[in-house]
């Protein structure tokens, strides 16, 4: 297999306007050595050509650096998708015009409460939740994509239902829910438990129909592909660890980990260059090789859907190949029935249209495990409709010229 680093989260600074308890990356202060725009710049330089196409710039607060755009438009203008992660609390109209002045494609604003008072008490703002909300609609009035991010816990986990509604609603073109990791000063959170876990994950892929056309996605639990297998549901396009296969994480004093949310470093920036770190780190290698997971994942019929959260097998064990403590399922040992998959012309099409190579290889993987659930073997695009949540936004394949 052909590893790319294909989606990259780049944490540009630790400098933060909260202080929220759950942050992985302890942000509040900016590091002592963050890398300078000409590092980033030139770093930038050896994304494309080692195939990086979707580049997520977060922080801390992104936008507390001032080379914020200058770093977003050179990264735009080589062809990669820009995502920009912020706490929305510095989004004016303004801002959001310079966002797509300098090519960003969307906006991911966290919203972890519908009660204003509970959202500013987590996030560490009097005036957070208003901020935030408002950064939603200025982004959607301007024109940017909005996702809303909300991580589950004790405080929130009833209202997720609501979260839901209330993200369709704005216009938010997916609601991203992230899972606890017991890392950074998240380390003192307390997680949800494997069945509370279970049930909400089940209860998110049911949700996908109805929410349509945005998209419903778990983050940093990867079994939602396997939920959505058992139930024979769409939502197979999303979940499954890319930790070190697809995805990697970029600090801002320049260290590469597999996922923002596990601090093994394989390398630094400075030190060797990008595509050495990505070809040739042992912890990178390690992860690719199914065959070195422990525990139940290594013994896991879904371990090629799935391959459990190495984060979290991180953070409960100290040992990214141990399995994940999350999940609850028990494995059969028996191997999941697999059969020929044929794709119709207008199917194989409709896929060729998606232009971001490495969701269009996941979209492809999910549609043929939900027609081998399905017990099919032909590939139309009225089953890519019926599996794909997206496939209902009209522009949602929509190839830029």
Partial sequence: MNYKPSLISWNLTKK?????????????????????????????DEM????????ILTGGEPLL??????IARAASSQGLWVVMGTNGVLITDRVAQKMIECGVKGVGISIDSLDPQKHNSFRGGPNAW??????????????????????????????????IDFARDKGAWSF?????????????????????????????????????????????APHFKRIAYQKGLGGLESG????????????????????????????????????????????????????????????????????GCRCRAYAAFGDYLEEDPACAFQPTGRA??????????????????IPIAFIRDRVRQGLE???????????????????????????VFRQES
């Fill in 16 to 44: 933060c306007n909260l202080r929220c308890p759950h942050c992985y990356l302890e942000a509040g202060q900016a590091a002592e050595n963050e890398l300078t725009t000409d590092e980033c710049l030139r770093l930038l």
């Fill in 48 to 55: 494309k050509p080692l195939g990086t196409e979707m580049l």
């Fill in 65 to 70: 650096r001032r080379d914020i755009y200058d």
């Fill in 130 to 163: 208003e901020h935030s909300v408002r950064a939603l609609e200025i982004c959607r009035q301007n024109g940017l994509q909005v996702l809303v991010q909300t991580t589950v816990m004790a405080m929130n986990y009833d209202e997720i239902p609501a979260l």
């Fill in 176 to 220: 991203n829910l992230y899972f606890l990791v017991q890392t950074g000063r998240g380390q003192q959170m307390i997680d949800l438990s494997p069945e509370a876990t279970e049930t909400l994950l089940g209860d998110l892929v049911e949700r996908q129909d109805s929410q349509r056309p945005m998209l419903v996605r778990a983050k940093c």
């Fill in 240 to 307: 499954g660890c890319m930790a070190g296969t697809q995805y990697c994480r970029i600090t801002p004093e320049g260290d590469v980990t597999p996922c923002p949310y596990m601090p093994v470093v394989a390398g630094n920036v400075r030190e060797q260059p990008f595509r050495e770190i990505w070809e040739f780190s042992s912890v990178l290698r390690q992860l690719r090789d199914l065959d070195q997971l422990k525990g139940r994942c290594g013994r896991c019929e879904f371990k090629a859907l799935c391959g």
């Fill in 336 to 353: 999941l029935e697999v059969q020929p998959i044929v794709w119709s012309d207008a199917a194989r099409a409709r896929l060729e249209r």
């Fill in 369 to 395: 495990a939900y027609a081998q659930r399905q017990g099919l073997t032909f590939i139309t695009p009225a089953l890519m409709k019926e599996a794909t949540a997206g496939m209902s936004r009209p522009d």
